[in-house]
């Protein structure tokens, strides 16, 4: 046996060479078959494309090679050939292939010996023969061979399996390559070999060794047919091992999946399209409640476990996948035999035929019903807490932070990455005792909650006083966390601290005012409550302005750094008269001051002065505003002027109540009587229009209609001396009827909000004035007057159709607001400017908008606020969820009789 490049008779090529290409057998079904000279035989039958691979005799036999010459005759090779075939489909496992194919070797093809062997992956590389055939059999009982490359493993098997080509012994006799078998080759008549390497596609695993008892008996004729003989043995064996490895995977691998689908709850299905029969996994039919097999095979019996009204659903799915060969994932309701609904969520895919059409559907189904519901909660549980005002913080308990979320940034000035990972002690304040967090830690880690305030620091270094509270969570494995709630108190701590301060200062106020006489003179009560307005904290100007409603207003007293600068002439310029009027029906305000050119000498004194901030509450008489009463001090600081607005809206309050009297009667009726029939003669007033805009959007949702006076005078100046005097409905009436001629400029889906007095609606004018127009009207009622007869305005207000709605104005700036939104239901309350000023600083005003708009929803109407002038109002009210507003902010307003322009939209100056 010789593992040298022997040249094979007939080859014209060394063993390695002709080995290179492919074996004779293959190359001669090319070359010169059946009488052709090129290619294959035009008669032979097409392969399938992704046909199984044939047997290397049954390629040979429909192209049976060229007999060598030197060799038997050509009836022999096809009788190996055949008998091989056969031995193909009769085998039944790899040992009884085995003894078929030694056996043709030696019965068919006439060989002493042949015998087939495996290369063990042993340490001595052993080649172990496992099935035999021939009368010299005994030859293998002395026989020792290897394929490692060592004397034992050199001969033509070894070297075979080793290079993975064909080897032949030529001569026993005289080869000394052969000695090692030699004499126990020559005592069983074997004189020559041939060894043919058996494999796994490309990779050798055995021999085939086939012996003749002449030296030099292997033609290559004999070469190519053994060759074939050996790739169909190496094909059976392959074969029946990938059938048998099969069998056992798929009897596995079905048990492993029904108890797979047992554990994890998930059901397989499969349909056959051409027979219209689906089979079911027995855990699907314990998901839809059933006994396993109890389910027939149509779609139609699956259909009916769907909820009807998921089942067109279902169907278009099936459909849709089926037609386009593709697949889906739905969710949808099961209905179980006992009526209770499961949520099936059903995941299937098209298995396509040869010609590209869907022939199979095959899916799975799992009930997820408490997975979905658990998702739900889960997500819920996290947006509260990502959403809740409170920081949330979670550490482990080596005290490294895990988690924040978004309000801690907000509370503590870090954004998430920059703690997450750190040691919570970034936040230590210094202020407590390490016995005080040791006492904490210990009441929680023995499953205690643990509340109370703490005092810890921000990213800029101030000091934060938190209501916090930590509690131990463990995870499922088991692992313990702290997690830490801290509510932030620092502002209602100091806000308490400065309403108790405050309201001391009032009942300081109150007290010395309660001790002046009434019946002194307007500028004697005005000096006394300046007097006292000047000793607040950092306060540096107290002053109080009479405005008498004829574009003149005047100071009735002064006091701190401006005194002196007005010691005679204290008249007011027309224009700052003007604006005081305008501002002080809108409520309390604070401003920057800013010395304006129509201020004249006015302005520049208080600018001179150093005066830089101001703050102004309205004096209200019996009939309207009668002046205003201020603060101001040098430096820009609208944050002390929140502070002190509650006391001087109750000064206001309380001085506006003393000085009517005394500034009243410089009004007599008569006059008034005949400035307000002179308006009516001469229609001396004109239309205005404000937009009223929905803040989350933009779009206008209406305008409310102004009237602006020819002289001047405030419209509640106006309308107060008007009602005393006798003429108030007949000035009503006038002004609503030129706003609503004036209110054709403005786009036709706007609503149109008229102020009107009770007393208007109760006496059936509005009914004539609403007559024939399409446009949707809104009547704001003012809260500042009391209605006797609820259920009688609430009749008329039904009289006027479906097309009015109604709104309370003004509500959060008198006493009545409260009984007239319960009673007459409104479809809107509009806020007092005075509740909307400053209310991105307050809380207080925060909370008192949050319950109103819990109330509004309740009641399903909308709140609108009025006087919207700064970004920060208009942020906060759209966070505290107020749906409409108004104000310099949102649009000014316009003369009806202008150029517009009238916009359905507004760019809103936040996103």
Known sequence: MTGRNVALPGCGQTAPACHSRAPACARRRVEGVAGSRSGPNPQSPRRRLNAAPEPASARARRSPPARDPAAGDSGRALAVLRAAQRALVRAKDEPELLDLICGIAVNEAGYRLAWAGLADQDPGQTLRP??????????????????????????????????????????????????????????????????????????????????????????????????????????????????????????????????????????????????????????????????????????????????????????????????????????????????????????????????????????????????????????????????????????????????????????????????????????????????????????????????????????DGSLVELEAVISGIRAVDGTLSFMQTDRDVTREHQLEESLARRAHERYVIEAALARIDPSSPPEAIAAAACAELIGLPEIDAAFVVELDGEDRGQLLALEGAVAASFASNRRLPPARARYLYERASSGVWTEEWRARPEDGEYGQKIAAAGMRTVAYAPLHGPNGVIGVVGLGIQQRNHAAFIEQLPVLTGLAAILGTVLAPGIEARYSEDSARARTQGILDAAAFRPHFQPIVELHTGAVAGYEALSRFADGVPPDITFALAARCGLGLELEEATIRAALAAATVLPAAAYLSLNVSHRLIGSGRVTDLLAGRAREIVLEITEHDAIDDYPSIREDLAALGPHVRLAVDDAGAGYASLRHILELAPNFVKLDIGLIRGIDADPARQALIAGMGYFAAKRKLRLVAEGVETVAELKALIGLGVWYGQGYLLGRPQDGAGPGPWPTTVTLPVR
């Not at 043995?233 to 099969?246: E, K, S």
């Open 130 to 459: 496992i099935a035999w055939a021939g009368p010299d059999a005994g030859y293998l009982e002395s026989l020792r061979v290897t394929w490692s490359d060592t004397p034992l493993g050199r001969g033509p098997s070894g070297t075979a399996i080793r290079t993975n080509r064909p080897v032949l012994g030529r001569d026993f006799a005289i080869d000394p390559e052969l000695a090692p078998w030699r004499e126990a080759a020559v005592e069983h008549g074997l004189a020559s070999s041939l060894a043919l390497p058996l494999r796994t596609e490309t990779v050798p695993f055995g021999v085939l060794s086939i012996y003749a008892a002449t030296p030099d008996a292997f033609s290559a004729a004999d070469v190519d047919l053994l060759t074939c003989l050996a790739e169909d043995l190496a094909f059976g064996m392959n074969t029946l091992r990938a059938r048998g490895r099969a069998e056992v995977v798929l009897r596995r691998s079905e048990r492993n999946l029904a108890e797979a689908q047992r554990i994890s709850h998930i059901g397989s299905w499969e349909w056959d399209l051409a027979t219209g029969t689906a089979q079911r996994s027995d855990e699907l039919h314990r998901i839809y409640g059933v006994e396993p097999g109890t389910i027939a095979t149509t779609n139609e019996a699956f259909l009916a476990f769907v909820h009807p009204d998921d089942r067109a659903r279902v169907e278009e799915s099936e459909r849709v996948a089926i037609s386009g060969g593709g697949g889906y994932a739905q969710d949808y309701r099961g209905v179980r035999p006992d009526g209770t609904i499961r949520l099936i969520r059903d995941e299937a895919e098209a298995i396509l035929g040869p010609n590209g059409a869907t022939i199979r559907m095959v899916g799975t189904v799992r009930d997820v019903t408490e997975q979905v519901a658990a998702d739900a909660e889960r997500a819920m549980l996290a947006a509260a807490v990502e959403q809740t005002a409170d920081a949330v913080w979670i550490k482990d308990t080596e005290g490294i932070i895990t988690y924040v979320n978004g309000s801690f940034s907000r509370v503590y000035g870090y954004a998430p990455e920059e703690v997450v990972g750190a040691y919570a002690g970034i936040v230590d304040s210094g202020r407590h005792e390490r016995g005080f967090f040791d006492a904490i830690w210990e009441l929680v880690r023995s499953g205690e909650t643990w509340s109370g305030l703490i005092v810890n620091r921000r990213k």
